[in-house]
């Protein structure tokens, strides 16, 4: 292999591997200089010239002449640093004692052997540049939604291609329970870490991380891309069932209407990408009683005891109420207390019955506006008995109504038992 050789096998591959030209050259001088030190024991009387526009490469030996005695007998003669003038007057006859003779030397002059080792290290140092940059690359999109193809199929893990060829993986743990994939299939899944394993990077994917699911509602709502909408927890059981819980800091966004979209719409399409996963989309507070309530949608609670202490949390429930809060294997339940961080626990409650002297809170719709009943129907609360069985702050902390209003309601429901 000549230099001319070289350069251009190597200009090839900077192409493919989009390597600048700068790294390209440091890489190239290294491995030669790499197999001169080898050959002559140092190489600081070389000089090397590369031009890979031009696919030219020089390699230039410089050296002090000395007398021919001193060359043969002198234990101080360095072949890297001396040349004697006899040798000297071979490559031109005027050269004298004490002068530098600069003498060119070519890749096929190192012998067979050493032009071998040069090129197995030039491709070692290209490889270790490769994978350098891969893991470099990724490590930056670690969150990210990766597209790629499924290459192989096995037991425990799927190998996909991304766009330029690398190499990802997608464990059978990273995957939807539901999730079937062919050779040839795109997929879509985040990049959740990268690794160096054997001095090779070992790129994982995954599609149960609940950062795969923030990154879809970023695709799917533009005002949670824009930062318009934040997204503020995301706790799921993958393929089943996940609960968002989102908060606007402009008043005129509902952020659950922007996230669900008009009919479904932009929901629709992540539910599809999960396989019809069941997603909870619902308004963050940090009015907790009012936020444990919301993340146990479907079901109405009656009321709450929160232990800050402890961080449990006592929900009372309407018999026909406690299935719903529950949910199917105890999921609702489940997601909830991961969602909010209090440990849910649930009770049956007997007084929420109506009883033959209770009164439904629609009677008092002359003397109590409509949406204050709401605010209390929200919490589970749709008699007058069911409101009076709690204190002024509770009511408080549970809805979004002022003290002064609250104290009122409660004043005019007391009034009808009197």
Not at 323 to 336: E, F, R, V
Not at 339 to 350: A, K, N, P, Q, W
């Amino acid at each position: 292999m000549d230099s001319k050789t070289l350069i251009e096998s190597f200009a090839e591959f900077k192409e493919v591997k989009n390597i600048d030209r700068v790294t390209m050259m440091s890489i190239l001088e290294d491995v030669i200089r790499n197999t001169i030190q080898k050959k002559y024991g140092s190489d600081e009387n070389f000089n090397i010239i590369i031009n890979t526009d031009k696919g030219d490469l020089e390699i230039w030996h410089n050296r002090e002449i000395v007398d021919d005695e001193w060359a043969e007998d002198s234990f101080d003669f360095d072949e890297a640093k001396h040349i004697s003038l006899t040798q000297a007057q071979k490559i031109e006859p005027d050269f004298e004692i004490g002068e530098e003779v600069s003498e060119q030397l070519y890749i096929e002059n190192f012998g067979r052997r050493s032009v071998l080792a040069l090129r197995q290290n030039l491709q070692s140092r290209l490889l270790d540049l490769e994978k350098d940059g891969i893991f470099k690359k990724y490590t930056e999109r670690v969150g990210e939604i990766i597209t790629s193809e499924v290459y192989q199929i096995w037991k425990k893990e799927i190998l996909l291609l991304d766009d330029e060829g690398n190499e990802l993986i997608l464990p059978k743990d990273q995957q939807i329970p539901t999730d079937f994939f062919k050779k040839g299939d795109a997929v879509r899944a985040v990049a959740l870490k990268v690794e160096m394993k054997n001095n090779s990077p070992v790129i994982t994917l995954s599609r149960t991380s609940p950062t795969f699911l923030e990154r879809m509602f970023e695709m799917e709502v533009p005002e949670v891309f824009d930062g318009l909408i934040t997204i503020k927890n995301i706790v799921r059981v993958p393929g089943e069932r996940a609960k968002v819980a989102v908060e606007s800091y402009d008043d005129r966004i509902d952020p659950v209407g922007a996230c669900v979209g008009m009919k479904g719409s932009r929901i629709h399409g992540i539910v599809r990408e999960l396989h019809n996963e069941n997603i909870d989309v619902i308004n963050y507070t940090n009015n907790i009683p009012l936020y444990i309530s919301r993340a146990l949608n479907p079901a109405k609670i009656s009321s709450i005891k929160i232990d800050e202490v402890t961080k449990r949390a006592e929900v009372y429930l309407k018999p026909d109420q406690v299935s719903l809060a529950i949910g199917k294997g105890g999921l609702n339940i489940k997601l909830a207390s991961k969602l909010t961080g209090y440990e849910i626990d649930v009770f049956r409650d007997s007084e929420g019955e109506i009883d033959d002297d209770d009164v439904a809170l629609e009677e008092f719709s002359d003397e109590i506006e409509a949406w204050v009943i709401a605010q209390f129907k929200a919490i589970g609360c749709d008699t007058a008995r069911s409101v009076l069985r709690h204190n002024a702050e509770y009511l408080a902390n549970a809805t979004d109504l002022e003290m002064e209003t609250i104290e009122e309601v409660l004043s005019i429901l007391k009034s009808e038992f009197e």
